[in-house]
Protein backbone atom coordinates (compact mmCIF):
# COMPACT_ATOMS: atom_id res chain seq x y z
CA UNK A 1 0.00 0.00 0.00
CA UNK A 2 1.59 3.50 -1.31
CA UNK A 3 0.49 6.42 0.85
CA UNK A 4 2.17 9.68 -0.10
CA UNK A 5 -0.08 12.07 2.16
CA UNK A 6 -3.43 10.88 3.19
CA UNK A 7 -6.28 13.17 2.24
CA UNK A 8 -8.61 12.63 4.77
CA UNK A 9 -8.06 11.49 8.00
CA UNK A 10 -9.24 8.75 10.32
CA UNK A 11 -7.03 5.94 9.20
CA UNK A 12 -7.08 3.33 11.61
CA UNK A 13 -3.65 2.97 12.77
CA UNK A 14 -3.22 -1.04 13.13
CA UNK A 15 -4.12 -1.31 9.32
CA UNK A 16 -2.15 1.16 8.25
CA UNK A 17 1.25 -0.67 10.18
CA UNK A 18 -0.33 -4.28 9.08
CA UNK A 19 -0.36 -3.01 5.76
CA UNK A 20 3.13 -1.49 5.52
CA UNK A 21 1.62 1.59 4.05
CA UNK A 22 4.72 3.97 3.23
CA UNK A 23 4.71 7.67 3.79
CA UNK A 24 6.97 10.95 3.03
CA UNK A 25 9.63 11.56 5.83
CA UNK A 26 7.58 14.46 7.89
CA UNK A 27 10.88 16.58 8.46
CA UNK A 28 8.60 19.90 9.08
CA UNK A 29 4.92 20.50 9.36
CA UNK A 30 3.15 21.98 7.86
CA UNK A 31 5.26 20.60 5.07
CA UNK A 32 6.43 22.65 2.03
CA UNK A 33 4.04 21.50 -0.08
CA UNK A 34 1.13 23.28 1.86
CA UNK A 35 3.51 26.65 1.09
CA UNK A 36 1.70 29.20 -1.43
CA UNK A 37 2.19 32.24 -3.18
CA UNK A 38 0.61 35.20 -0.01
CA UNK A 39 -0.13 38.73 0.93
CA UNK A 40 3.55 39.46 1.33
CA UNK A 41 2.80 42.86 3.91
CA UNK A 42 1.34 40.24 6.02
CA UNK A 43 4.05 37.21 6.09
CA UNK A 44 6.36 40.11 6.22
CA UNK A 45 4.56 40.59 9.42
CA UNK A 46 4.19 37.43 10.72
CA UNK A 47 8.26 36.92 10.10
CA UNK A 48 8.86 40.09 11.84
CA UNK A 49 7.16 39.05 14.60
CA UNK A 50 8.40 35.66 15.36
CA UNK A 51 11.92 37.41 14.79
CA UNK A 52 11.05 39.78 17.24
CA UNK A 53 10.57 37.49 20.37
CA UNK A 54 12.81 36.37 22.67
CA UNK A 55 14.98 32.80 22.65
CA UNK A 56 17.12 30.61 20.44
CA UNK A 57 17.67 31.22 16.74
CA UNK A 58 19.50 28.79 14.20
CA UNK A 59 20.78 30.29 10.90
CA UNK A 60 20.59 28.21 7.91
CA UNK A 61 22.25 29.57 4.25
CA UNK A 62 21.32 28.07 1.34
CA UNK A 63 23.97 27.35 -1.77
CA UNK A 64 22.02 25.99 -4.69
CA UNK A 65 25.50 24.80 -6.63
CA UNK A 66 26.23 21.21 -7.52
CA UNK A 67 28.65 19.64 -9.91
CA UNK A 68 25.49 17.29 -11.13
CA UNK A 69 21.70 16.76 -9.89
CA UNK A 70 21.25 13.37 -8.59
CA UNK A 71 18.49 11.22 -10.04
CA UNK A 72 16.52 11.09 -6.81
CA UNK A 73 17.16 15.13 -5.94
CA UNK A 74 14.31 17.63 -6.05
CA UNK A 75 15.91 20.11 -4.14
CA UNK A 76 16.89 23.58 -5.08
CA UNK A 77 19.73 23.66 -6.71
CA UNK A 78 21.63 23.55 -10.28
CA UNK A 79 24.98 22.74 -11.85
CA UNK A 80 27.01 25.34 -11.43
CA UNK A 81 31.16 25.66 -11.11
CA UNK A 82 30.68 28.28 -8.60
CA UNK A 83 32.61 31.21 -10.54
CA UNK A 84 29.52 33.73 -9.75
CA UNK A 85 29.42 32.49 -6.14
CA UNK A 86 31.26 35.91 -5.03
CA UNK A 87 28.10 37.94 -6.71
CA UNK A 88 25.92 35.54 -5.21
CA UNK A 89 27.28 35.91 -1.52
CA UNK A 90 26.91 39.69 -2.08
CA UNK A 91 23.07 38.87 -2.35
CA UNK A 92 23.25 36.38 0.55
CA UNK A 93 24.72 38.85 3.08
CA UNK A 94 22.65 41.65 2.39
CA UNK A 95 19.29 39.31 2.96
CA UNK A 96 20.90 39.04 6.13
CA UNK A 97 21.70 42.46 7.09
CA UNK A 98 18.16 42.73 6.46
CA UNK A 99 17.02 40.73 8.91
CA UNK A 100 20.02 41.40 11.29
CA UNK A 101 18.19 44.15 13.27
CA UNK A 102 15.07 41.56 14.05
CA UNK A 103 17.47 38.96 15.96
CA UNK A 104 19.99 41.19 17.58
CA UNK A 105 19.89 40.09 21.18
CA UNK A 106 18.96 36.55 20.32
CA UNK A 107 21.60 33.72 21.11
CA UNK A 108 22.64 32.18 17.32
CA UNK A 109 22.81 28.27 18.61
CA UNK A 110 23.49 26.57 15.57
CA UNK A 111 24.69 27.60 11.79
CA UNK A 112 24.32 25.32 8.60
CA UNK A 113 25.41 25.74 5.02
CA UNK A 114 23.34 23.92 3.07
CA UNK A 115 22.43 23.41 -0.34
CA UNK A 116 22.88 22.19 -3.12
CA UNK A 117 26.65 20.95 -2.30
CA UNK A 118 28.28 23.73 -0.80
CA UNK A 119 31.45 22.22 -0.06
CA UNK A 120 32.38 22.96 -3.77
CA UNK A 121 33.29 26.01 -2.32
CA UNK A 122 36.71 27.39 -0.89
CA UNK A 123 36.89 28.43 2.75
CA UNK A 124 37.49 32.22 1.75
CA UNK A 125 33.73 32.08 1.05
CA UNK A 126 32.05 30.91 3.81
CA UNK A 127 34.43 33.16 6.19
CA UNK A 128 33.36 35.86 4.10
CA UNK A 129 29.15 35.19 5.56
CA UNK A 130 31.03 34.33 9.17
CA UNK A 131 32.99 37.84 9.20
CA UNK A 132 29.42 39.41 8.68
CA UNK A 133 28.26 37.49 11.34
CA UNK A 134 30.39 38.91 13.70
CA UNK A 135 30.51 42.40 11.92
CA UNK A 136 26.78 42.46 12.58
CA UNK A 137 26.97 41.90 16.31
CA UNK A 138 24.89 38.41 16.25
CA UNK A 139 27.58 35.94 17.46
CA UNK A 140 30.92 35.27 17.50
CA UNK A 141 30.79 31.91 14.85
CA UNK A 142 33.75 30.21 17.18
CA UNK A 143 31.48 30.14 20.02
CA UNK A 144 28.18 28.71 18.09
CA UNK A 145 28.04 25.31 19.37
CA UNK A 146 27.37 23.77 16.03
CA UNK A 147 28.56 25.22 13.11
CA UNK A 148 28.00 22.65 10.01
CA UNK A 149 28.12 22.28 6.22
CA UNK A 150 26.45 19.52 3.62
CA UNK A 151 29.33 18.01 1.78
CA UNK A 152 29.65 15.20 -1.19
CA UNK A 153 32.42 12.80 -1.12
CA UNK A 154 34.20 14.20 -4.40
CA UNK A 155 34.36 17.60 -2.87
CA UNK A 156 36.32 16.69 0.40
CA UNK A 157 40.53 16.96 0.26
CA UNK A 158 42.67 17.33 3.10
CA UNK A 159 43.62 20.92 2.17
CA UNK A 160 40.43 22.62 1.83
CA UNK A 161 38.65 20.47 5.66
CA UNK A 162 41.58 21.88 7.28
CA UNK A 163 40.64 25.21 6.16
CA UNK A 164 36.90 24.75 6.98
CA UNK A 165 37.96 23.51 10.45
CA UNK A 166 39.96 26.49 11.05
CA UNK A 167 37.51 29.08 10.08
CA UNK A 168 34.94 27.42 12.52
CA UNK A 169 33.10 24.58 10.80
CA UNK A 170 32.61 21.84 13.45
CA UNK A 171 30.49 19.53 11.92
CA UNK A 172 30.31 17.44 8.37
CA UNK A 173 27.15 16.23 6.80
CA UNK A 174 28.36 13.86 3.86
CA UNK A 175 25.93 12.68 1.46
CA UNK A 176 27.26 9.09 0.50
CA UNK A 177 24.05 7.85 -0.05
CA UNK A 178 25.73 4.35 -1.00
CA UNK A 179 28.94 2.46 -0.85
CA UNK A 180 28.02 0.32 -4.17
CA UNK A 181 29.71 1.40 -7.39
CA UNK A 182 26.28 0.78 -9.48
CA UNK A 183 23.77 2.43 -7.35
CA UNK A 184 26.70 5.17 -7.12
CA UNK A 185 26.15 5.23 -10.67
CA UNK A 186 22.03 5.02 -10.58
CA UNK A 187 22.36 8.20 -8.95
CA UNK A 188 24.54 9.95 -11.20
CA UNK A 189 27.51 10.54 -9.06
CA UNK A 190 30.87 10.96 -10.86
CA UNK A 191 32.35 9.14 -8.24
CA UNK A 192 32.86 5.02 -7.25
CA UNK A 193 33.18 3.55 -3.47
CA UNK A 194 36.47 4.45 -3.19
CA UNK A 195 35.83 8.30 -3.00
CA UNK A 196 33.31 7.90 -0.18
CA UNK A 197 35.45 5.65 1.84
CA UNK A 198 38.65 8.36 0.94
CA UNK A 199 36.75 11.20 1.77
CA UNK A 200 35.87 9.72 5.23
CA UNK A 201 39.43 8.50 6.23
CA UNK A 202 40.18 12.27 5.27
CA UNK A 203 37.53 14.14 7.45
CA UNK A 204 38.35 11.68 10.19
CA UNK A 205 42.15 12.41 10.06
CA UNK A 206 41.95 15.86 10.36
CA UNK A 207 39.82 15.44 13.75
CA UNK A 208 35.78 16.02 12.64
CA UNK A 209 34.59 14.10 15.35
CA UNK A 210 30.82 15.69 14.55
CA UNK A 211 30.43 14.06 11.73
CA UNK A 212 27.66 12.74 10.12
CA UNK A 213 26.96 10.72 6.96
CA UNK A 214 23.58 9.86 5.14
CA UNK A 215 22.83 7.02 3.30
CA UNK A 216 18.95 6.38 1.46
CA UNK A 217 17.07 3.05 0.96
CA UNK A 218 15.01 2.60 -1.94
CA UNK A 219 17.46 3.34 -4.64
CA UNK A 220 17.10 1.81 -7.93
CA UNK A 221 19.03 -1.22 -8.31
CA UNK A 222 19.71 -1.25 -4.58
CA UNK A 223 19.26 -4.81 -2.97
CA UNK A 224 18.85 -6.02 0.63
CA UNK A 225 22.36 -7.39 0.75
CA UNK A 226 24.05 -4.08 -1.17
CA UNK A 227 21.83 -1.78 1.52
CA UNK A 228 22.94 -4.14 4.47
CA UNK A 229 26.49 -3.81 2.95
CA UNK A 230 26.37 0.16 2.72
CA UNK A 231 25.74 0.28 6.47
CA UNK A 232 28.06 -2.28 7.38
CA UNK A 233 30.69 0.06 5.73
CA UNK A 234 30.07 3.05 6.84
CA UNK A 235 30.00 1.62 10.59
CA UNK A 236 33.40 0.63 10.36
CA UNK A 237 34.24 3.98 9.98
CA UNK A 238 32.45 4.61 13.76
CA UNK A 239 31.02 8.37 12.82
CA UNK A 240 29.05 9.82 15.77
CA UNK A 241 25.64 9.98 13.69
CA UNK A 242 24.75 7.95 10.61
CA UNK A 243 20.85 9.13 8.96
CA UNK A 244 19.23 6.19 6.91
CA UNK A 245 16.52 7.97 4.90
CA UNK A 246 13.71 6.42 3.47
CA UNK A 247 13.65 7.23 -0.71
CA UNK A 248 11.11 9.90 -1.55
CA UNK A 249 9.96 9.67 -5.55
CA UNK A 250 9.08 13.37 -6.95
CA UNK A 251 8.17 14.10 -10.56
CA UNK A 252 10.84 15.77 -12.63
CA UNK A 253 13.63 13.76 -11.46
CA UNK A 254 15.77 11.72 -13.06
CA UNK A 255 14.65 8.63 -11.66
CA UNK A 256 11.08 9.91 -12.84
CA UNK A 257 12.90 10.39 -16.15
CA UNK A 258 13.52 7.06 -16.38
CA UNK A 259 10.37 5.38 -15.48
CA UNK A 260 11.22 4.91 -11.66
CA UNK A 261 8.10 6.15 -9.76
CA UNK A 262 7.03 3.55 -7.26
CA UNK A 263 8.31 2.37 -4.17
CA UNK A 264 7.35 -1.12 -2.29
CA UNK A 265 6.12 -0.37 1.42
CA UNK A 266 7.26 -3.97 2.05
CA UNK A 267 10.89 -3.76 0.78
CA UNK A 268 11.05 -0.04 2.46
CA UNK A 269 10.19 -1.38 5.80
CA UNK A 270 12.33 -3.88 5.26
CA UNK A 271 14.96 -2.25 4.86
CA UNK A 272 14.95 -0.03 7.35
CA UNK A 273 14.52 -3.02 9.99
CA UNK A 274 17.93 -4.11 8.35
CA UNK A 275 19.88 -0.53 9.22
CA UNK A 276 18.35 -0.57 12.31
CA UNK A 277 19.46 -3.85 13.50
CA UNK A 278 22.78 -3.56 12.36
CA UNK A 279 23.35 0.36 13.78
CA UNK A 280 22.00 -1.24 17.01
CA UNK A 281 24.31 -4.12 17.03
CA UNK A 282 27.81 -1.74 16.22
CA UNK A 283 26.97 0.21 19.56
CA UNK A 284 24.54 2.96 17.83
CA UNK A 285 21.68 4.78 19.49
CA UNK A 286 18.45 5.44 17.84
CA UNK A 287 17.80 8.62 17.99
CA UNK A 288 14.83 9.45 15.53
CA UNK A 289 13.42 7.12 12.84
CA UNK A 290 16.12 8.25 10.54
CA UNK A 291 18.73 9.01 12.85
CA UNK A 292 20.80 6.76 14.66
CA UNK A 293 24.05 8.08 16.97
CA UNK A 294 27.14 6.57 18.59
CA UNK A 295 27.34 9.03 22.03
CA UNK A 296 25.75 12.54 22.99
CA UNK A 297 28.34 14.11 20.92
CA UNK A 298 26.24 12.84 17.93
CA UNK A 299 22.96 13.84 16.42
CA UNK A 300 21.68 17.20 14.65
CA UNK A 301 21.59 19.86 16.74
CA UNK A 302 19.51 22.20 14.38
CA UNK A 303 17.02 19.83 13.52
CA UNK A 304 16.92 19.08 17.42
CA UNK A 305 16.33 22.35 17.86
CA UNK A 306 13.83 23.29 15.02
CA UNK A 307 12.00 19.88 16.15
CA UNK A 308 11.95 21.49 19.79
CA UNK A 309 9.96 24.75 17.94
CA UNK A 310 12.78 26.84 17.59
CA UNK A 311 13.22 29.54 15.05
CA UNK A 312 15.09 28.59 11.74
CA UNK A 313 15.98 31.79 9.70
CA UNK A 314 16.87 30.48 6.10
CA UNK A 315 18.58 32.75 3.88
CA UNK A 316 19.79 32.27 0.61
CA UNK A 317 17.93 31.11 -2.65
CA UNK A 318 15.63 27.99 -2.35
CA UNK A 319 15.80 28.42 1.83
CA UNK A 320 13.12 28.18 3.80
CA UNK A 321 12.78 29.37 7.27
CA UNK A 322 10.57 27.87 9.80
CA UNK A 323 9.27 30.45 12.12
CA UNK A 324 6.74 30.30 15.33
CA UNK A 325 3.63 32.48 13.06
CA UNK A 326 4.63 31.39 9.66
CA UNK A 327 6.77 29.48 7.22
CA UNK A 328 8.71 31.20 4.27
CA UNK A 329 10.61 29.75 1.23
CA UNK A 330 12.82 32.22 -0.88
CA UNK A 331 11.67 30.64 -4.26
CA UNK A 332 11.84 27.28 -5.68
CA UNK A 333 11.68 25.31 -9.61
CA UNK A 334 12.92 21.98 -10.79
CA UNK A 335 12.08 23.14 -14.23
CA UNK A 336 13.24 26.63 -13.74
CA UNK A 337 15.87 26.58 -11.89
CA UNK A 338 17.53 29.83 -13.14
CA UNK A 339 14.82 31.49 -13.61
CA UNK A 340 13.64 31.11 -9.63
CA UNK A 341 17.70 32.14 -8.91
CA UNK A 342 17.42 35.05 -10.54
CA UNK A 343 14.02 36.00 -9.33
CA UNK A 344 15.30 35.34 -6.00
CA UNK A 345 18.10 37.79 -6.44
CA UNK A 346 15.73 40.58 -7.65
CA UNK A 347 13.58 40.49 -4.68
CA UNK A 348 16.72 41.15 -2.64
CA UNK A 349 17.69 43.71 -4.44
CA UNK A 350 14.39 45.16 -4.52
CA UNK A 351 12.98 44.64 -1.25
CA UNK A 352 16.17 43.18 1.04
CA UNK A 353 14.58 39.41 1.54
CA UNK A 354 13.69 36.97 -0.74
CA UNK A 355 10.21 35.29 0.23
CA UNK A 356 8.18 34.62 -2.02
CA UNK A 357 5.90 32.18 -0.52
CA UNK A 358 5.10 31.02 2.78
CA UNK A 359 2.48 29.60 5.20
CA UNK A 360 0.94 31.14 8.14
CA UNK A 361 0.43 29.31 11.37
CA UNK A 362 -2.26 30.19 14.17
CA UNK A 363 -2.27 28.40 17.19
CA UNK A 364 -3.94 25.27 16.63
CA UNK A 365 -1.72 24.77 13.96
CA UNK A 366 1.35 25.43 16.37
CA UNK A 367 0.03 22.71 18.66
CA UNK A 368 0.02 20.16 15.60
CA UNK A 369 3.91 21.00 14.57
CA UNK A 370 4.67 20.52 18.54
CA UNK A 371 2.87 17.01 18.61
CA UNK A 372 4.19 15.87 14.97
CA UNK A 373 7.82 16.76 15.60
CA UNK A 374 7.71 16.23 18.94
CA UNK A 375 6.43 12.58 19.43
CA UNK A 376 9.83 11.52 20.01
CA UNK A 377 9.66 12.77 23.27
CA UNK A 378 7.41 15.18 23.68
CA UNK A 379 7.12 16.90 27.10
CA UNK A 380 3.62 16.83 28.31
CA UNK A 381 4.44 20.06 31.54
CA UNK A 382 6.33 21.46 28.32
CA UNK A 383 3.49 21.24 25.83
CA UNK A 384 0.57 22.58 28.55
CA UNK A 385 3.02 25.82 29.47
CA UNK A 386 2.93 26.67 25.76
CA UNK A 387 0.07 26.15 24.34
CA UNK A 388 -1.99 26.73 27.45
CA UNK A 389 -3.36 23.60 27.21
CA UNK A 390 -3.16 19.80 27.87
CA UNK A 391 -1.49 17.68 24.80
CA UNK A 392 -4.59 15.08 25.62
CA UNK A 393 -7.28 17.68 25.08
CA UNK A 394 -5.54 18.70 21.54
CA UNK A 395 -4.88 15.08 20.37
CA UNK A 396 -6.29 12.47 23.13
CA UNK A 397 -8.06 10.48 20.62
CA UNK A 398 -4.87 9.92 18.39
CA UNK A 399 -2.04 9.38 21.58
CA UNK A 400 -4.32 6.55 22.70
CA UNK A 401 -5.41 4.79 19.39
CA UNK A 402 -1.07 5.28 18.74
CA UNK A 403 -0.85 3.46 22.46
CA UNK A 404 -3.25 1.14 21.77
CA UNK A 405 -1.20 -0.43 19.03
CA UNK A 406 1.46 -0.34 20.72
CA UNK A 407 3.15 2.71 18.85
CA UNK A 408 3.09 5.02 21.44
CA UNK A 409 4.34 4.63 25.44
CA UNK A 410 2.84 6.96 28.17
CA UNK A 411 4.61 8.23 31.27
CA UNK A 412 3.83 10.54 33.71
CA UNK A 413 6.34 13.12 32.35
CA UNK A 414 6.24 12.13 28.48
CA UNK A 415 4.84 10.51 25.30
CA UNK A 416 7.64 8.29 23.16
CA UNK A 417 7.69 6.68 20.16
CA UNK A 418 8.26 3.12 20.79
CA UNK A 419 10.65 1.19 18.36
CA UNK A 420 7.20 -0.05 16.55
CA UNK A 421 6.09 3.62 16.45
CA UNK A 422 9.54 4.71 15.40
CA UNK A 423 9.29 2.24 12.25
CA UNK A 424 5.83 3.84 10.91
CA UNK A 425 6.18 7.27 12.65
CA UNK A 426 5.48 9.14 9.25
CA UNK A 427 2.68 7.41 8.40
CA UNK A 428 1.15 7.68 11.92
CA UNK A 429 2.01 11.66 12.65
CA UNK A 430 -0.22 11.92 9.40
CA UNK A 431 -3.28 11.57 11.22
CA UNK A 432 -2.46 14.91 12.80
CA UNK A 433 -2.26 17.20 10.15
CA UNK A 434 -4.93 19.77 10.07
CA UNK A 435 -7.74 18.96 7.31
CA UNK A 436 -6.62 22.66 5.45
CA UNK A 437 -2.93 21.84 5.19
CA UNK A 438 -3.70 17.94 3.91
CA UNK A 439 -5.98 19.99 1.01
CA UNK A 440 -3.06 21.94 0.17
CA UNK A 441 -0.41 19.59 0.37
CA UNK A 442 -2.76 17.24 -1.87
CA UNK A 443 -3.40 19.95 -4.27
CA UNK A 444 0.36 20.91 -4.80
CA UNK A 445 1.64 21.09 -8.10
CA UNK A 446 5.09 19.80 -8.52
CA UNK A 447 5.24 21.01 -11.74
CA UNK A 448 5.84 24.71 -10.46
Not at 20 to 45: E, K, S, T
Not at 151 to 165: G, H, M, V
Not at 184 to 192: E, F, Q, T
Not at 366 to 373: D, G, H, P
Request: aromatic share 10%.
Amino acid sequence: MNLIFTKGAGSDPRQLMLSHARADYVYMYPPRQAYRPVDVNHLGRAVETSLLMKGQVNLYFHFPLCSQVCSFCNLFTMVDDGTAIDKYVDILLAELRHYAPLISGRRVDTLYLGGGTPSLLPAKTFARVFQEIETLGLAVVSQIPEVAIESAPDTISQEKFEAYRDIGINRVNIGVQSVADAELALIRRKHGAGVVLTALETLLRIGFQNLCVDLIYGLEGQTDELWAKSVETICDYRPNTICAYPLTLRPRTGFAARGYTSLDGDMLYRRYDVANTILQSRGYRQETHVRWIRDQSGGYRQKKNHWAGDDILGIGAGARGYLHFADYRNGYSIRNRRKALDAYIQRVRAVGHGRSEGIFLDEEERRRRSAILGLGSLDRVAFREKHGIPVEHCFGEHLAAFMEVGALAESPSHYSWTELGQKFRDVLVQELFSQPVRELVVNYDYNE
